[in-house]
């Protein structure tokens, strides 16, 4: 996708995208508006460089998704164990 592109579907003539790469930093509402031009989740990648142990927002959809999938996943260890052990398999 070109700088034109993105910078027409934020709304904003390519002159201003290209000013924003510019900056040392960019404000948290540019880069929002960039990922969703890009339709990329930025965040999704920030959150990778949080220290360890940071709290996150329990009620944030990727947390709840996130740990629903953790309970599936104990779920299906546990049925795994039974199978082998019905079957026999020794772990």
């Known amino acids: ?14 002159n201003s995208l290209a000013n924003y790469f510019k900056q040392p930093s960019l404000q948290f509402g540019i880069l929002w508006n960039i ?6 989740d ?4 920030l959150t990778n460089y949080y220290p360890a ?7 944030a959809n990727i947390i709840r998704e996130l740990n ?3 309970e599936a ?15 026999g398999i020794q772990e």
Request: charged content about 35%; glycine content about 6%.
């Open 42 to 45: 930025f965040l999704k990648e």
């Open 35 to 40: 990922g969703l031009a890009l339709e990329y």
């Open 1 to 14: 996708m070109t700088q034109a592109e993105v910078a027409r579907r934020m709304g904003i003539i390519p």
């Open 73 to 87: 996943l104990d779920e299906m260890q546990k049925e795994i164990r039974i199978y082998k052990s019905a079957l």
């Open 68 to 70: 629903e999938k953790k």
């Open 53 to 59: 142990g940071l709290p996150f927002n329990e009620n």
